[in-house]
């Protein structure tokens, strides 16, 4: 079946720092990868998507490039503000549901 | 329509009584799904809708759980005998049927069984 094997956290940075979040995938077929965020006391946003190999996702400064060969879907954010502090969720989707990591949590000082 | 829609946000209850949840999705969308999410975990799937139809149900679900979507609109989420294991955050989410998946979330329900 589908999983997603994520980045374990928390992660602490300093403002302007760079972020990396790893997330690789089993999958069959050609899944959908995405990256969903949640704020303190808010839900699941979508942060951004790719549908095939090669895709860049991005949204808010963050990205993501869809890798085949590797299977994984990294997040990455060149500076980070205070405000990303939030946890994040690397997913996929092969049909119509969605498989989630256990989440990240980044924690940005200021 | 600004988006998925859960009620209640919180709920304490008793071991062993019953509860549920309701869901209103966004108003285009003929999918809805529920999940359970678990501290420190990713939400698991429970269940999924396409209009009235329930199309899956996960094996997580047991025989307590039942959910319904009643003329493809709201949905509703009932565990019958709660225990303390069915603690936990139940998301509710919808997407439309075309195009990538792209599922938008409620802020779900925290339950607490006590």
């Known amino acids: 079946g589908n999983s997603v094997t994520q980045m374990e956290g928390p992660v602490t940075l300093s403002e302007e720092a760079f972020l990396t979040i790893n997330c690789t995938y089993t999958?069959?077929?050609?899944?959908?990868l995405f990256w969903y965020v949640q704020y303190p006391g808010e839900g699941l946003q979508l942060l951004l998507k790719a549908t095939k190999a090669d895709d860049k996702g991005s949204n808010k400064g963050f990205e993501a490039t869809y890798r085949k060969e590797t299977t994984s879907f990294h997040l990455e954010k060149g500076s980070v503000q205070v405000s990303d502090s939030a946890v994040y969720f690397c997913?996929?989707?092969?049909?119509?549901?969605?498989?989630f990591g256990a989440g990240t949590t980044v924690t940005v000082r200021a | 329509d600004t988006g998925v829609s859960q009620d209640p946000r919180h709920k304490i209850t008793k071991r062993g009584q019953n509860v549920t949840f309701r869901c209103d999705p966004i108003s285009e969308h003929n999918r809805l799904y529920w999940y359970r999410q678990t501290l420190g975990q990713g939400p698991e799937f429970l269940t999924y809708f396409q209009n009235e139809a329930q199309l899956e149900k996960s094996r997580l679900l047991s025989d307590r759980f039942s959910a319904e979507r009643p003329k493809g609109s709201f949905s509703t989420l009932e565990i019958q005998r709660t225990e303390q294991g069915d603690s936990a955050m139940y998301l509710c989410?919808?997407?439309?049927?075309?195009?990538?998946?792209?599922?938008?979330f409620g802020q779900g329900t925290r339950l607490t069984v006590v």
């Open positions: 997913a996929l989707t092969g049909d119509y549901k969605l498989s």
């Open positions: 999958a069959t077929g050609y899944p959908s």
């Open positions: 989410a919808s997407s439309s049927r075309t195009g990538v998946t792209e599922a938008f």
